[in-house]
């Protein structure tokens, strides 16, 4: 059983088109995540979800569009796609949103989005 | 804002002990982790330091001291396939913002 997924695994498109990636955790945890890692390897925040609550929410172009329609989902729409768009779009989630100890952050394999 | 750094690519001998150093400036600390990221996979929890010391698990160890900003990890008895990323990251305030490091890329030789 996956714990954390995330459909496709693989994104090509053209410059300019309009795209989405979901995620679904099954562990039962009430906050999730997207991260943005480039080609550095840099692993950046970007939204962050608590019972479909958005609570962080960082500087990112408005292109880039969340939606938790529930707690063990989240999607990611990519509005007129840019080439800068390009990276690896990861998915995770954790217990909860307060601070605790060992709120340990479980990570989807990745949707590998390559814009043309 | 908050800043961590972390050496960017280190080379250790299959069988010996590596180090990987951590430092980091924020406000509203609230505790460091250390996950190890394969090639071409997601990051996998290794660690998590709150208070100062060493927490041991295996054969790897994390330390944390909070007054100089630092952590380490440490890996002993190294295999090749401990040869990946390791990345640094930090929570601060109250919501479960964490922010990553660059990650240390380690090579494990024969």
């Known amino acids: 059983d996956t714990a954390v997924s995330q459909t496709p695994k693989y994104l090509v498109t053209q410059m300019g088109n309009d795209k989405s990636i979901k995620c679904e955790q099954n562990l039962g945890h009430d906050t999730m995540y997207w991260y943005k890692q480039d080609s550095k390897k840099f692993l950046k925040i970007m939204f962050s979800y608590n019972n479909k609550e958005l609570i962080i929410n960082e500087t990112v172009p408005n292109r880039f569009s969340p939606k938790s329609p529930d707690k063990a989902h989240l999607n990611l729409h990519i509005n007129s796609l840019e080439l800068g768009d390009s990276a690896v779009y990861f998915c995770?989630?954790?217990?909860?949103?307060?601070?605790?100890?060992?709120?340990?952050?479980?990570f989807g394999p990745g949707t590998r989005l390559l814009v043309l | 804002g908050q800043n961590i750094d972390q050496p960017t690519e280190m080379t250790a001998t299959e069988g010996a002990i590596v180090q990987i150093n951590c430092t980091y400036q924020?406000?509203?600390?609230?505790?460091l982790f250390w996950y190890q990221q394969h090639a071409g996979e997601a990051p996998t929890f290794l660690s998590y330091?709150?208070?100062?010391g060493l927490e041991e698990k295996g054969r790897f160890s994390s330390f944390l001291s909070r007054s100089k900003g630092y952590s380490y990890l440490l890996l002993k008895e190294l295999q090749m396939k401990d040869s990946a990323s390791y990345l640094c990251?930090?929570?601060?305030?109250?919501?479960?913002?964490?922010?990553f490091g660059t990650g240390t890329k380690l090579q494990v030789i024969p």
């Open positions: 330091n709150v208070l100062d």
């Open positions: 924020t406000s509203g600390f609230n505790g």
């Open positions: 995770a989630s954790s217990h909860g949103k307060l601070a605790g100890a060992g709120e340990t952050q479980y």
């Open positions: 990251a930090v929570r601060s305030g109250g919501y479960q913002k964490v922010t």
